[in-house]
């Protein structure tokens, strides 16, 4: 919802590239729905509910277990999507800083949260055996971003 209000924010001034935010933020939101375990578990839980004899419950408990395998965070499997949806904000936070619509700092905290969050999702995935360096630029990059969450409301309710 966010990529909306700030589409709409930049419409006029900057259009292509924060479109092209837009788009790389519903691709990746797409990609996270389309490979997200959560509604097949479910279908499985309900199943795992209604089975009548141990055989069935150990097979639908295997099901489970290799499908959570596959969808578990921070593996190659989950990395597209996250990956899409970083570089969509990524580049949100670059037309906010060329928008002049939002301050500077806004856009240079977004940058630099969504950068960081973007190295501790490659590193996490890709060089699991820094995943504890991995968790300090996370860290940052949470922060960042929560407080570049703020400052954008801050200025999306000024423009109301």
């Known amino acids: 919802m966010l990529s909306f209000a700030l589409f709409a924010a930049h419409r006029t001034v900057n259009p292509g590239w924060a479109g ?5 933020a519903a691709i990746g939101g797409a990609v996270f729905f389309a490979t997200n375990r959560s509604f097949a578990m479910l279908a499985l839980s ?9 055989a069935q419950r150990a097979a639908l408990v295997a099901a489970g277990e290799a499908m959570l395998a596959v ?3 921070h593996t190659p499997g989950t990395f597209l999507a996250f990956a899409l949806s970083l570089l969509a904000s990524l580049l949100m936070a670059w037309v906010l ?3 002049g619509i939002f301050s500077r700092a806004s856009a240079y905290v977004g940058m630099l949260g969504f950068g960081f969050l973007l190295v501790f ?8 055996a820094l995943f504890d360096v991995a968790m300090i630029f996370a860290m940052l990059g949470g922060i960042a971003s929560i407080v570049w969450y703020f400052m954008v409301a801050r200025r999306l309710f ?3």
């Open 97 to 99: 800083l060329r928008g």
């Open 71 to 73: 969808g578990e965070s």
């Open 158 to 160: 000024q423009l109301a």
């Open 20 to 24: 092209l935010a837009l788009v790389i």
């Open 46 to 54: 309900n199943r795992y509910a209604t089975a009548t004899d141990d």
């Open 121 to 128: 999702e490659i590193l996490s995935v890709f060089v699991p």
